[in-house]
Nanobody
Framework: QVQLVESGGGLVQAGGSLRLSCAAS????????MGWYRQAPRKQREYVAA???????SYADSVKDRFTISRDNAQDTVYLQMNSLKPEDTAVYYC????????WGQGTQVTVSS
């Protein structure tokens, strides 16, 4: 399994920006698709975005045009740039690495105040 550590969460006002980072251990990082999910209080975990090993990206409709996922294979890190944040983006954000099974980070809290 890949070990994942997220960082970059915090409190921000609506309309603001945050950048989340997910640092991975293991030399096979660059072969794995990576992504982000989030879980708001009393809600199910939901998909946010993903990036393949080749750099192709996909997004949930709710974050499209506001969030950007990227990866730096030299740093074994995946990023989630979040702009135009809304209160409904408040959640714990989890990074994952594809595999059997998937590897998950511990999560980082993002709180957007109105």
């Amino acid at each position: 399994q890949v070990q994942l550590v997220e960082s970059g969460g915090g409190l921000v006002q609506a309309g603001g920006s945050l950048r989340l980072s997910c640092a991975a251990s293991g030399s096979i990082f660059r072969t794995r698709a990576m992504g982000w999910y989030r879980q708001a209080p009393r809600k199910q975990r939901e998909y946010v975005a993903a990036v393949t090993s080749g750099g192709s990206t996909s997004y949930a409709d709710s974050v499209k045009d506001r969030f950007t996922i990227s990866r730096d294979n030299a740093q074994d890190t995946v990023y989630l740039q979040m702009n135009s944040l809304k209160p409904e983006d408040t959640a714990v954000y989890y990074c994952y690495a594809e595999g059997f099974p998937r590897s998950w980070g511990q999560g980082t809290q993002v709180t957007v105040s109105s």
